[in-house]
């Protein structure tokens, strides 16, 4: 009989964990490889919302992102939704005429789209969903039940763990330095900066925003843009809110018991005001500053920018 292929998946943030998982489940020897720790990286300050009503710019994309959902709930049935999986439903509002005509419109094209949307006042909102928000009484907020939030780093623990408890194998705090390769191309071996060598026949590129460094191993050009965004967890003795929205200016979920995450796609944003006790869920402008460049690379290209304090 042939032995299993053994596949080493480089990165273990919630793709590298879905593809080693599933990997394992069919019979593969997986070898998780991390430089830090499962789900500590992008994974972790990901928003992780899950849903296709912000995807609607064409209707193959929805139509996949709605599959997409279909999955996370076929997945949580599987594997239990225990710590990772909300379905909480989304909402979002506006506080100018064109974004409310703008997300409106979207609505009525998703509603035609059988995909499902309620509408409700600001003091409705208050009363049905979220009684911590300062929203105006009048203002039309769109719910969509049928989204959810997940919790990235506790579905890559689950998943790991299920593949590790199945016979994978988990080599977290090592980077790959090498990748080794046949004449024709074919890979064999993948080398950590432990100094120790893993023979394996298949190796999954799920590195994220190091993926390119790791195609390079294997004279791979894999181009990576950066998106700039503002991230910020804050600590709270009692989270005000219980489902993912898109307030103006920023996007807000829980992030299990005792934190709450702040998204904005702002990149001028320089920091958020904290929210020592988060009486409320009303978010407050950032102060802005200009990027400089922290990391100029020998062309003379910026690789990495950062926000002065």
Known sequence: MKRPERVAVIGVGVIGASVGWNLSRHGAEVVFIDAGQPGEGVTSWSFS?????NKTARKSYFDLNVAGMAAHRELAGTIGP????????????ADDPAAEAKFLETAE???GWDYRVEMYTGAEVRSRFEPALTVPDDVPVLFYPD?????GRHLVGRLVGQAVASSAELRSGNAVCDIGTDADGSIRSV?????SRLDVDVVVNAAGPSASHV???????????????VVARINCAQVPVHRAMHAPHIEIRPAGDTSV????RVAMCARTPAWPSCPTARPARCRTSTPRCAAPGADGTCTRTAIPP
Do not use: F, Q
């Not at 919302?49 to 009503?53: E, L, Y």
């Not at 989204?147 to 919790?151: I, N, Q, R």
């Not at 995450?261 to 904005?264: A, D, F, I, W």
């Open 191 to 195: 080398a950590l900066s432990d100094g």
């Open 109 to 111: 094209l998703l509603a």
């Open 49 to 53: 919302w899950v849903n296709a009503s």
């Open 261 to 264: 995450v702040l998204h904005s």
């Open 215 to 229: 195609a390079g191993l294997v004279a791979r050009r894999l181009p990576m843009r950066r998106e700039p965004g």
């Open 82 to 93: 225990d710590s990772w999986w909300y379905p909480s439903g989304h909402l979002r509002w």
């Open 147 to 151: 989204e959810a939030w997940v919790h």
